[in-house]
Every structure is written in structure tokens, then in C-alpha cells.
């Protein structure tokens, strides 16, 4: 039987606006990628969300991304190597702080929208990432694209790492996302992102936009919490896995 956890961004609702369905989602997921302020939520929203991490016996992450609410944190913002350690080390601490108060602990991290496809690319910026990481605790785990240079720079900082793949997301020829820009960049069909999901967890290969067929080894798999149907897509996925004989279950954190 393969395994493969299922993770989901979400934590990104802020004061009174409301994004995505978290409570929903929770049932279907074994990890969660809680977004830090910088992008998406706030205080009142991080704790919200860590709580109903330990009520589904969700594995909490931290969602770090670039200091970009306007932009939901899908604006390239050029940063330095120092200020990206800088901003993911902050990040961490506070998601932290919630963790602990809760009597738990941050299990991963995983960068969102443009600082997470910034660092797949560049390895300046994932090794900024990986070290803050290490830096903060080196058994947290560290959770970038698939072949990209963030994992890359997770195992060369000693880091357990997990290399994602995208249950609802368009990948080009090369292994990158195909960019939000085009279309039919995310799959809004359930029954076309449960398939691609059982293709990277049974076979590691996926439809490329351009029909090619390309190899994808994850070890974990995003849904998206911004989209307005994420529970009932993510129940979807989760069923379409455990028919396909998918074990899915969050990686253990090192010792």
C-alpha cells in the first residue's frame, strides 16, 4: 500500500473576512499549512486554526510566505536571502507561540504562492529558508515543490523534507506550475484533480498542460483552501485515494 499525506492551506480568513472553509476541510486532510499574517490571517485566526488542528489530529504547519496581504502573497516581491530568514523565522515563532500555548508543536513548513515557486527556483532564497528552519528546530519538517530547489536545500541542511505535489494545479513540460496567469491553471473539476492525485500517489506521474506525461514523486499532496467548494473537493480527493489503495497519513516528525 502507498502512502501519501494530504495537506491543505488554510488559517488564511483575517478579522471579519472569511476565506475558504477550514472546519470543513479538516475531516479529509492529515497535515495543515496555517498561514503566519504575512499573506492571510491574523492572531485571533492562528489560534483558531491550531485548535482545530489537535480536534481533527491534524499536523500543524507553518505557512510563511512574503509580507503581501494586498496580494495574497502571489506578487513576485524581490527579498534578500538575510530578509527571507529574517520573515521565516518570525513566522514560525509566532505560529509557535499558538502551538505551544495548545500543548503541541509545529511539525512542518511549507512557503506559500510566490515565495514557495521564488524558492523552487532560486537557491539563494531556499537555502535562507532551509536554514532559518534548521535554525528554529532541525526536526521540523520542510515541505517544497517537487524537484525543486527547496527540497534540495532541505536535505542539504540536514532537514526531513517532503517533496509536494499538486492535486489542483496545472504543471508545465519542466515540473513547475503552470503560472495562475493562464488558463486552466487550477482544476476546478473534483473528478479531474481526485485522478491527477491518484496518478502522484500510485504512479508519480502526472498530464502535463502540454499532454506530456512527466514524473512527480511527492510525498505529500495540496488542496487548495481558497477555493469556495475546498471540503467537498478535498472529501473527494481523500475517497478517490483510499479507493486507489492509498494509505493517507502525515510523516512523522524526526526525534
Not at 500543548?103 to 539563494?124: F, I, Q
Not at 494545479?169 to 482544476?187: I, K, N, W
Request: aromatic content about 6%; hydrophobic content about 45%.
Amino acid at each position: 500500500m502507498n502512502d501519501i499525506d494530504l495537506n491543505a492551506d488554510l488559517g488564511e480568513s483575517f478579522g471579519v473576512w472569511r476565506m475558504g472553509d477550514d472546519a470543513g476541510v479538516m475531516p479529509w486532510i492529515t497535515s495543515a499549512n496555517i498561514a503566519c499574517g504575512f499573506h492571510a490571517g491574523d492572531a485571533a485566526i492562528m489560534r483558531t486554526t491550531v485548535t482545530l488542528c489537535m480536534e481533527y489530529g491534524v499536523a500543524i504547519g507553518a505557512h510563511t510566505a512574503l509580507p503581501d496581504l494586498a496580494g495574497f502573497g502571489r506578487r513576485e516581491l524581490r527579498m534578500t536571502p538575510n530578509d527571507t530568514y529574517a520573515q521565516t523565522l518570525y513566522q514560525l515563532g509566532a505560529l509557535n507561540a499558538f502551538a505551544a500555548a495548545a500543548g503541541t508543536h509545529v511539525h512542518h513548513l511549507k512557503p506559500h504562492g510566490a515565495l514557495y515557486n521564488m524558492a523552487a527556483r532560486e537557491r539563494a532564497l531556499a537555502d535562507a529558508i532551509a536554514t532559518a528552519v534548521r535554525d528554529f528546530n532541525p526536526t521540523v519538517i520542510l515541505v517544497g515543490l517537487a524537484g525543486g530547489a527547496l527540497v534540495a536545500a532541505g536535505r542539504a541542511a540536514g532537514l526531513a523534507v517532503q517533496s509536494e505535489g499538486f492535486c489542483d494545479r496545472r504543471y508545465t513540460a519542466d515540473g513547475s506550475l503552470t503560472p495562475r496567469s493562464e488558463p486552466g491553471a487550477v482544476l476546478d473539476d473534483a473528478d479531474a484533480a481526485a485522478a491527477q492525485a491518484v496518478a502522484i500517489a500510485t504512479g508519480g506521474t502526472l498530464v502535463a498542460d502540454d499532454g506530456s506525461s512527466i514524473r512527480v514523486q511527492a510525498d505529500t499532496l495540496c488542496i487548495h483552501g481558497d477555493r469556495p467548494n475546498a471540503a467537498t473537493f478535498a472529501e473527494h480527493v481523500h475517497h478517490a485515494l483510499g479507493r486507489a489503495g492509498v494509505r493517507i497519513v502525515a510523516q512523522a516528525r524526526p526525534a
